[in-house]
């Protein structure tokens, strides 16, 4: 058994662990006989039984590109930001390497903010390959915000320094992509690693920007709630009129 320690102690480093040093710290501490540490063990317990959950999902979520027959390179394709009022709508295409897990990949929504930023940069530093597209708030309006949408994907995987040979995206198929194969996957960001990927890193790329447009237009609250039609931003439109960002066809109802 480990040198004894304060409860105070273990309870420190218990809470500093990483989720792979849990197993080894319940191997030193499972046998320590004090009630205040058999609290902590069973605290770690339970969350080495979170983490081996989250190892098993993530897996998963790598399940359909490894059973993908005569592909090697599959790149997922998702967007953000086609509900707002203002705004650029976002996408993103990844490749990802299917030797390298990412744990907690899941559907961007689904993420708080601050696991975002850091699963973003993860996939930005260990992907074989990213690309990202956006139409801006004229260019909806002009051919409005499916087609824009297709554009701003288009775009996105025209930024990958590898060229695809599938493109696996979030329950859409893009025109114009001739021949390369594509599939629609509905839910495809909760189900599937390279497209929760691309909804990561669009989703954190848009939010970033519309932070940066709250410095220039702060009576809408871009930073909060990011050009979606929040009570706040629904009331400054009234108020204040549209901004340069806004997008018209989207606002006719409110001013």
């Known amino acids: 058994m480990a040198e004894l320690k304060k409860i105070s102690e273990i309870r420190e480093l218990f809470n500093n662990a990483k989720e792979d040093e849990?197993?080894?710290?319940?191997?030193?501490?499972?046998?320590?006989?004090?009630?205040?540490?058999?609290?902590?063990?069973?605290g770690l317990k339970k969350r080495l039984l979170k983490w081996d959950a989250e190892l098993k999902r993530t897996e998963e979520m790598y399940a359909y590109e490894r059973s993908l027959e005569g592909f090697s390179m599959a790149c997922g394709i998702d967007e953000v930001g086609r509900g707002p009022l203002a705004g650029p709508v976002f996408a993103a295409a990844v490749i990802l390497p299917l030797d390298f897990e990412i744990p907690y990949l899941n559907d961007s929504k689904k993420l708080s903010p601050a696991?975002?930023?850091?699963?973003?940069?993860?996939?930005?530093r260990e992907a074989v390959a990213f690309g990202i597209g956006r139409a801006e708030e004229g260019r909806i309006d002009e051919i409005n915000i499916r087609n824009a949408t297709f554009e701003a994907m288009r775009g996105a995987i025209q930024e990958l320094s590898v060229k695809p040979d599938i493109l696996l995206n979030d329950a859409v198929t893009i025109p114009d992509m001739g021949p390369l194969p594509q599939r629609a996957i509905i839910k495809?960001?909760?189900?599937?690693?390279c497209i929760a990927a691309a909804s990561i890193v669009a989703k954190v790329e848009r939010d970033a920007l519309m932070v940066e447009y709250d410095k220039i237009y702060p009576e809408y609250?871009?930073?909060?709630n990011k050009g979606y039609g929040s009570t706040q931003h629904i009331e400054a439109l009234k108020k204040y009129g549209p901004c340069p960002i806004h997008r018209r066809s989207f606002i006719g109802n409110f001013v």
């Open 22 to 42: 849990l197993e080894g710290l319940l191997k030193l501490y499972g046998g320590d006989s004090r009630s205040g540490v058999q609290k902590l063990v069973e």
């Open 115 to 124: 696991k975002r930023e850091e699963l973003s940069e993860i996939i930005r």
């Open 188 to 193: 495809g960001d909760a189900k599937v690693a």
């Open 221 to 224: 609250g871009f930073a909060s």
